[in-house]
C-alpha cells in the first residue's frame, strides 16, 4: 500500500543530510588526481567507505558490496514502505537468478558472484531454484526464473535466458512503482525502460540482426513502444524517436555509433539521462522521491568508486577513468 508522502518526512531529513557526504564530481576529480590509488582510495573515508587502500579488486568488490547491502538493509528499516528500497534492490535478485541458471547449465559453482544486496537471500534463492520449490520466491521472479532453465535447457542460448528476465525485471520494477501512485516514481521506471529499449535497438542494428533478434530484447512500459522501434528503417528514423525525449543527446549519437563508432559515448549518454532526471527531486522537500534519488544515486556512486579504484589500481591513465565516468548526483 503506497504512504503518504508526510511519512517520508524524517527519512527525507536523513538522506537530504548525507547528499554532501556523497561522491561529487569535485571529490571524484581530487581521487583521480591522486598522487597513488592508496590516497585515492583513503580520500573515499570521507564518503563514508571503510578504508580500501590495501585491497586488492577482489576485496575492493567485495567490500563495495558489502557497503552496499547494510544501506540497503538500514533504509529498508528506516522506510515507512519497503516498496522503494526494493525496487532497487529488485535487480540484484535478477542479477542472482542469471549468476545461478547459468552457473547449472555450465557445471559451475559462481557462489561468489551472487550479491547479498537484493530482496531474497542469495542463499534461499538459490537453494530455492535448486530444489525446484519457489513457492516462497516473488512470483514474477520466480516465473522468471522457470522459464529461463526451461529455454536454457532447450535452446542452450544464454543471451534468449537473459532476456526473459530483463523483460520481467523491468515490469516488475514497472509495476511496483505504479503500485506507489508517484508520477516521479513511475517517470523514472518509463525512462529506465526507454534507455535499455533504445541500447537494444542500437546494438541489433550495429551488428546487423534482424527484427526478430531485437523483439525479442524490447520491453514494454516505456514512453516509446517497442512496436515503433521495431518500425524503424534507419538509424535517422530510430534517432527521431527520442529527439524530443530525455534521452535526446542520447540519441544525437546514434548514427555514428551505428556506422562503427564506440559504444561508450551512447551508453555514457542514456545513464546520463537518468542521472539528470533524478535532479528533479533535489526541487521535492520530502516524499519518496528523495529515497528513489539516494538509492539511484548511490548505485552510481558505487559505479564510479569501482571505476576509480579499480582503474588506478591497474595503473589506467586517470583521464581515459574520467571520460568513462557517469554523471553524480551530489
Sequence with gaps: MAKRQEDYLTLSAILRAREPKMLSKEKAARMLEAASFEDAAKALTDCGYEDMSQMNAREIEESLEKHRGEIYDELTKLSPDSTVTDLFRMKYDYHNAKV????????????????????????????????????????????????????????????????????????????????????????????????????AAVRTMKMGKDTAFLKEA????????????????????????????????????????????????????????LNKYLQKAKMVSYGSEAVVAYCAALENEMTAVRMILTGRLAKVDPQTIKERLRDLYA
Design 218 to 273: 524490447l520491453v514494454e512500459g516505456g514512453n516509446v513502444e517497442p512496436a515503433r522501434l521495431l518500425a524503424a528503417e534507419d538509424k535517422d528514423s530510430l534517432a527521431a524517436l527520442f529527439s524530443w525525449s530525455d534521452l535526446s543527446a542520447a540519441a544525437a549519437l546514434l548514427g555514428d555509433v551505428v556506422e562503427g563508432g564506440s559504444m561508450t559515448q551512447f551508453e555514457l549518454a542514456c545513464d546520463n539521462a
Design 100 to 199: 545461478i541458471i547459468k552457473s547449472e547449465a555450465m557445471g559451475l559453482s559462481a557462489v561468489r558472484l551472487l550479491s547479498d544486496a537484493g530482496r531474497v537471500d542469495k542463499n534461499k534463492l538459490k537453494s530455492a531454484y535448486e530444489n525446484e520449490d519457489m513457492k516462497e520466491i516473488p512470483p514474477v521472479l520466480a516465473k522468471a526464473m522457470e522459464e529461463a532453465r526451461s529455454l536454457l535447457a532447450r535452446t542452450s542460448n544464454p543471451q534468449q535466458a537473459d532476456f526473459i528476465l530483463d523483460r520481467a525485471y523491468f515490469k516488475e520494477f514497472a509495476d511496483e512503482a505504479a503500485s506507489e501512485k508517484n508520477d516521479f516514481l513511475c517517470g523514472y521506471a518509463r525512462l529506465m525502460i526507454d534507455a535499455s529499449n533504445l541500447k
